[in-house]
């Protein structure tokens, strides 16, 4: 094992931890409001990939660009899905609210495969930043950019959930619901802002994703593995936690991948891995609690 090596491995680790921390704070997010796992969180990360993926193919939209446009597409869609659909399965049995989100997760994925067919797509974007070099080790401009926008949107959307008055009664409808009704909170009005807010996120990692990886129906499978697994380390309902939960996956992912022999391979298996691990060790995460019942 070589220095230049392991730094370029950690390096690139770290970039990919910026993804993942956008793609699974939304996750974690909706969960902690509305108690609700949404299963098809990663479809929206999938079609916010394909509008960013299309904006800059056919209309030469920049991709910071299509990635807001994502984001705000995805926030639309999510307000629509919550009200037309969710928060009919709010208040039934949590097997009910499984088995709902699935089926709107399977329905984005076949209705992408309609329009898009299965096939894997590469955005051909020019480098937005200058790559970094530090020593013999190598930054691309569009990884370090994945990096910076997730910083950025994780760092707003933490300070929205601690200094401004919406996160505040977020925070009070998630804690206590019933009490927050009787103090005048509009509970059903955060939970849907809770999903918007996932929405957003979610378009805007798709964003991500098209910029360094791939863009496929599967993608957004793909990637809310790794989201679950995220979370179950930092806590489900732990915006800090998620943050956590994606750099230790990340790096545990991309020295498994550099140092052993078909480590490549080892995504998903490294993933369930945590999500055992941690829930024979610690079923709440590092930073999480257990919901009242």
């Known amino acids: 094992m070589d220095m230049v090596t392991l730094g370029q491995t950690l390096l690139l680790s770290i970039t990919v931890a910026g993804l ?42 920049p991709p910071l ?13 999510s307000f629509v899905v919550f009200d037309g659909f969710l928060a009919r399965v709010l208040r039934q049995e949590e097997h009910n609210q499984i088995l709902a989100t ?45 990096l910076l926008v997730g910083i950025v949107v994780y760092a707003g959307l933490a300070l929205f959930m601690r200094r401004t008055r919406y996160g505040l009664l977020l925070r009070l409808a998630s804690d206590d619901p019933e009490l927050a009704v009787y103090t005048g909170v509009d509970v059903h009005g955060m939970f849907r802002l809770s999903f918007v807010i996932g929405g957003l996120t979610a378009g805007i990692a798709g964003g991500l994703v098209a910029l360094v990886l ?40 991309s ?27 610690r079923p709440t995460g590092f930073y999480g609690v257990e919901r009242r019942a």
């Open 102 to 146: 699935i089926g709107l997760s399977i329905l984005l994925l076949n209705v992408a495969m309609i329009l898009w067919s299965p096939d894997a797509r590469v955005m051909h974007a020019p480098q937005i930043l200058p790559s970094l070099t530090l020593g013999g080790i190598t930054l691309p401009g569009n990884n370090l950019t994945v």
């Open 20 to 61: 993942y921390a956008v793609v699974a704070s939304g996750l974690t997010l909706e969960f902690g409001v509305t108690g609700i796992i949404n299963f098809a969180h990663g479809e929206f990360v999938m079609l916010g990939a394909f509008v960013t993926y299309l904006l800059q193919t056919y209309w030469n939209v």
């Open 255 to 281: 020295m498994v991948s550099t140092f052993v022999p078909g480590g490549g391979s080892w995504g998903y298996g490294i993933a369930f891995l945590i999500i055992v691990l941690v829930l024979l060790v």
């Open 214 to 253: 791939y863009v496929q129906p599967l993608v957004g499978t793909d990637l809310v593995v790794r989201a679950f697994a995220i979370v179950a380390l930092g806590g489900l309902g732990s915006i800090g936690g998620a943050l956590i939960g994606a750099a230790l996956l990340s790096v545990a992912e």
């Open 65 to 77: 660009a299509g990635m807001l446009v994502a984001g705000m597409a995805m926030a639309l869609l």
